[in-house]
């Protein structure tokens, strides 16, 4: 599956990387995350530095009995509701392709975050090798933080950012 490159010097279609044949004999088998990528539209977010997707928390709620042997324990347990539909990014900025610009939710960087004014849904992608592995996207997506990492002398003056999402919903596309 080829992805549109995500830089001008077309890194990915001039010089692509080779990925590991995870089929070889004595290949790894642990997974990795080189084939990782992050997606709008079919195309690849470029500058991504870090992704933690969402931790996927559950209530539980512990039942007890008024009985003289089992005082103080659980005697079962009902799960519950589904929580913390948040995940987090950084990203090294692109000029002219800000990170609502390159998400395609805004055509010039936000003022304030109030400024977004409608979810767009990203898509977490990982390929095993050449082959497209696992697809998950992030539905009803909304900014609820987003903010420019400090400037320093002593830098290397990449302006970089670092941000959360909150979701509705997250969905396996495969």
């Known amino acids: 599956m080829a992805i549109p490159a ?8 001039t010089r692509p990387t080779i990925p590991v044949d ?4 004595f290949a790894p088998s642990t997974k990795t995350y080189h084939g990782f990528s992050i ?5 690849s977010i470029g500058r991504i530095t870090e992704w933690t997707p969402v931790a996927m928390d559950r209530e539980f709620t512990h039942i007890g009995e008024l009985n ?3 005082w103080g324990q659980p005697v ?7 929580t913390q539909f948040e995940l987090s990014f950084a990203r090294a900025e692109v000029w002219g392709e800000e990170i609502e610009v390159a998400l395609g939710v805004a055509s010039s960087p936000y003022t304030l975050l109030v400024d977004q004014n409608a979810p767009f849904s990203i898509d977490e992608v990982f390929f095993r090798g050449n082959t497209l592995y696992e697809q998950y996207r992030y539905l009803g997506c909304w900014f609820t933080n987003r903010s420019t990492d400090a400037f320093s002398s002593e830098g290397d003056a990449v302006v970089r950012i670092s941000g959360t999402l909150a979701f509705v919903n997250r969905i396996k596309i495969l």
């Open 68 to 70: 003289a042997r089992t």
């Open 76 to 82: 079962d347990g009902v799960p519950g509701r589904a």
């Open 22 to 25: 995870f089929d070889a004999p």
């Open 6 to 13: 995500s830089n001008r010097v077309a890194v990915e279609a």
């Open 39 to 43: 997606q709008v539209n079919g195309t």
